[in-house]
């Protein structure tokens, strides 16, 4: 197992075309993470699965972004109607599942899809 | 908008001088972690702290975590310039389940 696979790694799109992007994580992580990451900020949370369920969804989310985890595998995020807005790096991220109390596993990230709309 | 501030944004080193980054949330963190981001690179996992007032070494790298459990430093000793690149502080806000990263300090290691 080579890491995080993300795909495409770069995607130029017109506004209001749908996009859709995939993430292959480790194959032992059941936990599975969507960041998005503008120039000079950290990665801001999207949305995240264990196994195939979608546990927690950003607030600030529209409902044009919508994520999938068939199976408990890989996982695809669609953008609908892309604005330019959406511009930025999408970072995919795994994890096992986090022990008891407060500690947790560090992630590992993909090397992202960097979306362009023009 | 973000919870997690790192300050500085920006820090521009000597080659062999010290440098520091600190974290600072707004709500106490069940736990912090770090991260080095590479120009270009994604995210990369440092290290994890979970208890108040934990100190933790890696090499040149000393991590502590503050006794409230909302603040965090990472201290880097004589850098070089491998050490380039931006660091994350990123934890678990209250009961959450998922990390929030900071805003990151970018650090730069010059000759």
């Known amino acids: 197992d080579t890491g995080v696979s993300q795909d495409p790694r770069h995607k130029i799109t017109k506004r209001g075309q749908n996009v859709t992007f995939r993430c292959d994580p480790i194959?032992?992580?059941?936990?599975l993470y969507w960041y998005r990451q503008t120039l000079g900020q950290g990665p801001e949370f999207l949305t995240y699965?264990?196994?195939?369920?979608?546990?927690?969804k950003s607030r600030l989310l529209s409902d044009r972004f919508s994520a999938e985890r068939p199976k408990g595998s890989f996982s695809t995020l669609e953008i609908q109607r892309t604005e330019q807005g959406d511009s930025a790096m999408y970072l995919c991220?795994?994890?096992?599942?986090?022990?008891?109390?407060?500690?947790?596993?560090?992630?590992?990230f993909g090397s992202g899809t960097r979306l362009t709309v023009v | 908008g973000q919870q997690v501030m790192q300050i500085p944004q920006y820090q521009h080193v000597q080659e062999g001088e010290d440098f520091t980054t600190y974290c600072n949330s707004s709500t106490t963190l069940s736990n912090i972690q770090w991260y080095k981001q590479r120009p270009g690179g994604h995210p990369v996992f440092l290290i994890q702290?979970?208890?108040?007032?934990e100190v933790k070494k890696q090499k040149r790298l000393t991590f502590q975590f503050g006794e409230a459990k909302k603040n965090s430093s990472l201290h880097i000793t004589a850098t070089q310039t491998t050490d380039v690149g931006t660091y994350f502080c990123a934890g678990r806000l209250g009961g959450g389940n998922k990390l929030t990263f900071g805003t990151g300090t970018q650090l730069k290691v010059e000759l």
């Open positions: 702290l979970v208890k108040s007032g």
């Open positions: 991220a795994s994890s096992p599942r986090p022990g008891t109390g407060t500690w947790d596993y560090g992630y590992t």
């Open positions: 699965f264990q196994n195939e369920a979608q546990l927690e």
């Open positions: 194959s032992e992580h059941n936990r």
